[in-house]
């Protein structure tokens, strides 16, 4: 099963999203609030230098699985680019 987030309340209903390393995985991702617009962007760290996976944006209420490439292990970070006050930690491995 992909790993599922949520946004609702601009709110992501985690902040912490495990992933497989070195290989190509799926996201499922849910926006709850109609009307409101979010997505998932991964960075390499919070200074937003590297963008590693820019999901497409999508308008609630609606849902999309995200192909995430293959990533290294380690320690990432994601947020929203309509609203980067959302955000958490990836870790992959």
Not at 19 to 33: I, Q
């Amino acid at each position: 099963n992909p790993a599922t987030v949520v946004a609702q309340g601009l709110a992501f209903d985690t902040d912490q999203i495990a992933l497989p390393p070195d290989a190509p995985s799926t996201l499922h991702f849910e926006a709850k609030d109609a009307g409101v617009s979010h997505n998932i962007a991964i960075y390499t760290d919070s200074s937003l230098g590297t963008n590693l996976f820019r999901g497409q944006i999508i308008t609630g209420p609606a849902s999309i699985d995200y192909s995430i490439p293959a990533l290294k292990p380690g320690t990432y970070y994601f947020h929203c680019d309509v609203h980067p006050t959302m955000h958490g930690s990836v870790t992959v491995g």
